[in-house]
C-alpha cells in the first residue's frame, strides 16, 4: 500500500471498482430471505437477517477489515486509515419490507464494500479509516418506530425506549438485541465516543425523479419535513333512506370537504413541492345504509420547507377550529438539509464520472436524516426503474448500480485523505 495524492487516490478507488463483483454481491445478499417472486423479506434481527449478517461479517473480513457492533446491534466493517483520525462512514440498512425488493438499502452497504474492495485492489491506503455500517431496524416494519439503529447511534438515551418495542408475537427489541449478542458473541463493541468525520449514503431514489430527467445520479440536498395528523369528525347516526339531506348531520360529508379544503390550501402553501396524502379512514358505524356518526382520517403532509409546514400546522389548527373537528397530531419531522460542503463535494465525484447528474430533496426518510445530526451527511442517489420501491419489482440498471458506487468509491477516497 502506498500513500497518493487525493485525486490520484478517489480517481484509482473508482476505476477499481468491479461491476461483475458489485452485481454478484447484490444477488448474493439477495437469497437470505428471497420471495418466489424474487423480491426480499427479511425482518430486522429476525434469523434470516442474523444469517445474512454473517455473510456480510465473513465477506468484511476476508478484505481485512475489523469488525464491531453497538447497543443496538449496529454492524460497522471497518478499513484501517494510516493515521489516527475520524472514519469517514457509509452504508445504509440490510433489512427489508415484508414484500421489499433486492436494492432498499442493501444497496448502499454492498457498494460500500466494494469501495473497500477497489481500495484494496488499487493498493490505495488512506488517511482516516472507512467504515461500512449496516443500520438496524430502517424500514420500522418489524419495531416501531423505523431508523431505530442509526437515531440510538446518534442519540443512545433513545435505545431504552426503543428496547420495550414489540413485534406481533410480543417479541421485544431488547430480546432481539440479546438474541445478536447470543449469536455474534465475538463482535466488540465499538467505542462509543469514535465520532465519524463525515458520512455517505448512497441509496436508490425510490421515486421517478432521476428517470423522468434521463440522468443516472442524483446528489441529495436534503430531505423534506412531514407532518402526521389524525382529524376526528362527527355527525349523528341516521337511517339512510327516511333523514331529509336538510336534517342530517353527517360526519362523512363533513371530512370529504374537509379534505378538500385541506388538500386546497396545500397546495397553494407548497404549490409543486407539496405532498399531501388522505391515507387511513376509520368510518362509524361503517354501514351502507347508515348515515356516519364519526369519521376519523389521517393527513400525511410533506415539504423541503420549513416555513410552509409551520404554516401548513397553523391553516389546518383554524380549518378544524372553524368546522369544530378534533385534530391529533401523530408524527412530525422539520426537514433536514444536508452539509453544502459535502453537497459540492458529491458534485465533483459525480462530475468525475462523466455522468449528468440532478440535485434533489429528498420524498423518503433515510437512516442519513439522523446521522446529519451526528457529522457532515449528505446522500447519493441511483434512479429507480418506473420509480417503484417497496415492491419485489424494485429495480435499478446494472450500469445505473456501477456507477453510483464509482461516484461513492471516488468521494469516499477523497474524504479519507482530508486532514
Ligand atoms: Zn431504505
Known sequence: MTPHRTDEAARLAS?????????ASIEALAAFGTRPDHGVDRPALSATDFKARRHLIERAYALGCTVTTDACANLFMRRAGTED?????????????????????CYGVLAGIECIAALNDAGVSTRRPLEVVAWTNEEGTRFQPGAMGSSAFVD?????????AADTSGTTLADALDAHRRTFPGLAMRAEQDRAHAFIEL??????????ANVPLGVVSGIQGVRWYALTCKGVAAHAGTTPMHARHDAMTLAIALGTEIETFATALGREHTRVTFGRW??????????????????????????????????LAQCAARHRVATESLFSHEPVR????????????????GGRMLTLTSGAFHDAIYLAKHCPTAMLFVPSRGGISHNPNEATDDDHLVLGTRALAHALAALCNES
Open 338 to 353: 444536508f452539509d453544502d460542503a459535502l453537497i459540492a463535494h458529491l458534485g465533483d465525484a459525480c462530475a468525475a464520472q
Open 15 to 23: 476505476g477499481h471498482v468491479s461491476p461483475a463483483r458489485l452485481l
Open 282 to 315: 376509520s368510518v362509524t358505524p361503517n354501514s351502507i345504509n347508515t348515515i356516519a356518526s364519526e369519521v376519523t382520517f389521517t393527513v400525511d403532509f410533506r415539504h423541503p420547507d420549513a416555513d410552509v409546514l409551520a404554516a401548513f400546522d397553523h391553516r
Open 203 to 212: 441509496h436508490i431514489e425510490q421515486g421517478p425523479q432521476l428517470e423522468l
Open 85 to 105: 483520525l475520524a472514519p469517514v462512514m457509509t452504508g445504509s440498512h440490510i433489512d427489508t419490507q415484508p414484500t421489499g425488493g433486492r436494492l432498499d438499502g
Open 156 to 164: 443512545p438515551a433513545l435505545l431504552e425506549r426503543y428496547g420495550r
